[in-house]
């Protein structure tokens, strides 16, 4: 089946700086990506959708300046968290969009100390 | 808003018995429905889906759904687990025309036991 890679798997970083977390698609070309976000024991909730060439689709209460979001080929995306704070930690998932269904990335655990 | 329901947070079953996972979604008319597996360091696999036609559908790894319309059900089953199958079970759904968007369960744990 279809893979989408994300990097890095888990990061963690100080308080107030900016991450950067690729996502891509590595056998196929997706002109739309999705960001998740899972607190733990709980369900994905989607962030925003990412169009190749265009800009992307925030979900009501996301914040667009700060979880900012590039598609600049049809085989990646990247959502950069900036300035980051501890309530930012989480696991960030992403998706590719495929033949009949989404193809999920393996998801990147970000810890904000 | 449509939502998605999956009222069993855990679940625990034997090796070799049959499971059957829970999911209501609550739409107004019939979206998409999916399954998907997620185990620790992997990304979500999908195991079956539902779109139209056949109400019973066959997906990966033995685990096949059955959709209610007057239920608003889509619940997974399989007749015999597989330790291997201990993992996290989400339900989710997708709107048509809604641009793919997917929304997810809260997630039903699988442990099996041996």
């Known amino acids: 089946g279809a893979v989408v890679s994300q990097h890095p798997s888990r990061v963690i970083c100080k308080s107030g700086t900016s991450v950067k977390i690729e996502c891509r698609s590595l056998?196929?070309?997706?002109?739309?990506m999705f960001w998740y976000r899972q607190f733990p024991k709980q369900s994905l909730m989607l962030m925003a959708t990412?169009?190749?060439?265009?800009?992307?689709?925030?979900e009501q209460g996301v914040e667009k300046d700060k979880f900012l979001i590039n598609h600049a080929s049809l085989t990646l995306s990247t959502l950069t968290v900036t300035s980051a704070h501890p309530e930012d930690s989480s696991f960030y998932i992403c998706?590719?969009?495929?033949?009949?269904?989404?193809?999920f990335g393996p998801g990147t655990r970000l810890l904000v100390l | 808003a449509q939502s998605v329901t999956q009222p069993d947070i855990h679940i625990t079953v034997s090796e070799g018995a049959s499971l059957e996972l829970r999911c209501n979604y609550s739409?107004?008319?019939?979206?998409?429905l999916f399954w998907y597996v997620q185990s620790p360091g992997q990304g979500l696999q999908l195991l079956l889906k539902?779109?139209?036609?056949?109400?019973l559908v066959q997906g990966i790894k033995g685990f096949e759904a059955e959709f209610k319309r007057s239920q608003s059900s889509f619940n997974l089953r399989k007749p015999s687990v597989h330790w291997s199958d201990a993992a996290e079970y989400f339900c989710?759904?997708?709107?048509?025309?809604?641009?793919?968007?997917?929304?997810f369960g809260t997630g039903t744990q699988l442990k099996v036991e041996l």
């Open positions: 998706s590719a969009n495929g033949q009949e269904t989404q193809y």
């Open positions: 056998d196929f070309q997706a002109t739309t």
């Open positions: 990412s169009n190749e060439g265009s800009k992307a689709t925030y």
């Open positions: 739409y107004g008319a019939t979206p998409y």
């Open positions: 539902y779109f139209s036609g056949d109400t």
């Open positions: 989710a759904v997708e709107i048509t025309g809604g641009g793919n968007k997917l929304t």
